[in-house]
T-cell receptor
Framework: GAGVSQSPSNKVTEKGKDVELRCDPI?????LYWYRQRLGQGLEFLIYFQGNSAPDKSGLPSDRFSAERTGESVSTLTIQRTQQEDSAVYLCASSPPGLAGNEQFFGPGTRLTVL | AQSVTQPDIHITVSEGASLELRCNYSYGATPYLFWYVQSPGQGLQLLLKYFSGDTLVQGIKGFEAEFKRSQSSFNLRKPSVHWSDAAEYFCAVGASGGSYIPTFGRGTSLIVHP
């Protein structure tokens, strides 16, 4: 079946511009996560959606970052007024419901470059 | 709060040699433990997971890991490394209750020499 998809795969933008990154999770997966991965570093948790519950936004680094999810489907991560330090790979992951919910299925990521 | 330590940033091995990547975790209850692999330019792929039961877990691509509660460790092993195993490896710990937000280690980069 189809895995997690992300678009665009690469995004180059100028400092100060807004960007939107999209994630399509696996059908039936109730949980969706966004992570940031800076070059040569580990995964930095950004935000977590679980079904219709209020999202856990505790990882968002500033109010320039926001994310939405429509039901249990597509999610969009928006970065406003981008800065050079926002350059990173943004990874999306989804998880099935229940006890297996800790296992994550990752998309290929969106590489964001802010000039 | 849960945490994960991967003490080795880089590991270099020769093709055909054995491999062990270290992972130590901190969590108050029984953890869910994972190893993921990330090839260059790719997302993360699950290698194996431990939820409960047998402490020696078999995964894909010939990898295995052993959960040792007394040492708070979940080290990844492979008896004979292939050049295609060169990648970044991440250990993660998930909560067995409550929040389902796993915590990832910073990763270990595996370099394989021919």
């Amino acid at each position: 079946g189809a895995g997690v998809s992300q678009s665009p795969s690469n995004k180059v933008t100028e400092k100060g511009k807004d960007v939107e990154l999209r994630c399509d999770p696996i059908s039936g997966h109730t949980a969706l996560y966004w992570y940031r991965q800076r070059l040569g570093q580990g995964l930095e948790f950004l935000i977590y959606f679980q079904g219709n519950s209020a999202p856990d936004k505790s990882g968002l680094p500033s109010d320039r970052f926001s994310a939405e999810r429509t039901g249990e489907s597509v999610s969009t991560l928006t970065i406003q007024r981008t800065q050079q330090e926002d350059s990173a790979v943004y990874l999306c992951a989804s998880s099935p419901p229940g006890l297996a919910g800790n296992e994550q299925f990752f998309g290929p990521g969106t590489r964001l470059t802010v000039l | 709060a849960q945490s994960v330590t991967q003490p080795d940033i880089h590991i270099t091995v020769s093709e055909g040699a054995s491999l062990e990547l270290r992972c130590n975790y901190s969590y108050g209850a029984t953890p869910y433990l994972f190893w993921y692999v990330q090839s260059p330019g790719q997302g993360l792929q699950l290698l194996l997971k431990y939820f409960s039961g047998d402490t020696l877990v078999q995964g894909i691509k010939g990898f295995e890991a052993e959960f040792k509660r007394s040492q708070s460790s979940f080290n990844l092993r492979k008896p004979s490394v292939h050049w295609s195993d060169a990648a970044e490896y991440f250990c993660a710990v998930g909560a067995s209750g409550g929040s389902y937000i796993p915590t990832f280690g910073r990763g270990t980069s595996l370099i394989v020499h021919p």
